[in-house]
């Protein structure tokens, strides 16, 4: 017989981590499998399969090609996960549900004796209502476009405790929306982002700013992916995995953004971090004048600042949705506060900080005209705001390149 084949079948795969995650666990051949509806039926009478995940939207599809289904999968009506035998017996699972509750552990969110508020009514809602039973919520309600509960009675439900929104708002490539607002949510005390790519929503952010504790979903595609390996092979998985993993995606996932006055040595040590971790730099100056088709100059002297500032912001919006790169800013980048949310999502922000004597003004059009005191105090408070860091740029671009990196690799959350 073949060798077994391993993998994610789904219809639009490009964005998926999974092949990263079983590989980390041992699985060399897992990869991905792209399929057309009607493709489904002949792909899982395959007789070299040993395992499959499945993700959107094949996740019901597949349960009529299953043998057997295990208790949860039956319970919840979705399979994520396929296991063939030698006796070619095909036996749907559902690891999702372990991974939710991983998520919900992990971030210390108990369902017991809760009101739970599940946004969104799909398979990824089925799987949440499966949990939050399990463990106990007193009160489940589902919001839906359409249903009873819905989006223009939400303040029925304004003493909710548990939110977990099971919708694709907010996730890649559109960023920056939210379902729902938290506030009309006063008695939430934990949210479940079912989303991972951005590493911090729309939602995320307001739960932040709102002191709630808030997950997002790459915890629970690592620990799914760990059950889901456990049952392709027969054995068992310390939990220890997926720590370890969730950190290694993370690093690779994250962008590195440099913020700091001009002239402070971002592109020259941004330049030396690319060559460090073999990443791909991306200047957010250059993209502007790219997009503008002409030099910063041209645009502070026919449009003024306020017209530059606008299509920095675009280009922070593009670029900041995207992962596992190198972004360099330009020295006025934190004088938006809309800039944060775009840079942050996917980044980890450092500051460059640079004698104040050191810093050139050729070529820069705020630094010709205006005093570096003046705007360093100014700007101060808003780099401090934007920052999880701050590198000193005072011996090489190589040595800063090196500590950034350091830190970068002990600390990517």
Known sequence: MAE??????????????????????????????????????AFLSREDIGGLNVTIPYKRDVMAFCDELDETAREIGSVNTIVRDA?????????????????????????????????????????????????????????????????ENLSRHADAQILINATPV???????????????????????????????????????????????????????????????????????????????????????VLIGMPGSGKTTIGAALAKLSGRTLIDLDEQTVRSAGKPISEIFAGSGEAAFRALEREQAQVWGKQSGLILVTGGGIVKDERNYQPLKQNGRIYQIERD?????????PLSLTTDLETM????????????????????????????????????AD
């Open 4 to 41: 077994r084949i391993y993998g994610l079948i789904g219809r639009t795969l490009k964005h998926s981590y999974s092949v990263q995650i079983h590989r980390a666990l041992g699985n060399n051949d897992y990869a991905l499998y792209e399929l057309e509806p009607e493709a489904l039926g």
């Open 87 to 151: 006796t070619g017996k095909r036996t749907g699972y559902n690891t999702d549900a372990y991974g939710l509750n991983c998520m919900a552990l992990r971030t210390g969110i108990s369902f017991a004796g809760k009101k739970v508020v599940i946004l969104g009514s799909g398979g990824a809602s089925l799987t949440a209502q499966s949990v939050a039973k399990t463990q106990g919520a007193s009160e489940i309600v589902v919001i839906s476009r359409g249903g009873a509960d819905n989006y």
């Open 170 to 256: 907010g996730m890649y490539p559109h960023t920056g929306e939210a379902p729902v607002d938290l506030a009309l949510f006063p008695a939430c005390e934990g949210v479940l982002e079912l989303i991972y790519n951005p590493r911090r929503t729309a939602l995320a952010f307001r739960a932040e700013e709102l002191g709630i504790p808030c997950a997002d979903g790459l915890s629970m595609l690592v620990a799914q992916a760990k059950a889901a390996e456990e049952r392709f092979f027969g054995k068992a998985i310390t939990d220890t995995q997926n720590e370890r993993i969730l950190r290694l995606l993370r690093q690779s996932m994250l962008n590195i």
């Open 356 to 364: 104040l004597a050191l810093l050139p003004r050729e070529g820069r």
């Open 376 to 411: 360093q105090r100014e700007r101060a408070p808003l780099y401090a705001r934007f920052r999880d860091a701050s590198i000193a740029n005072k011996t090489t671009p190589e040595d800063a390149a090196a500590e950034m990196w350091r830190d970068f690799c002990e600390n």
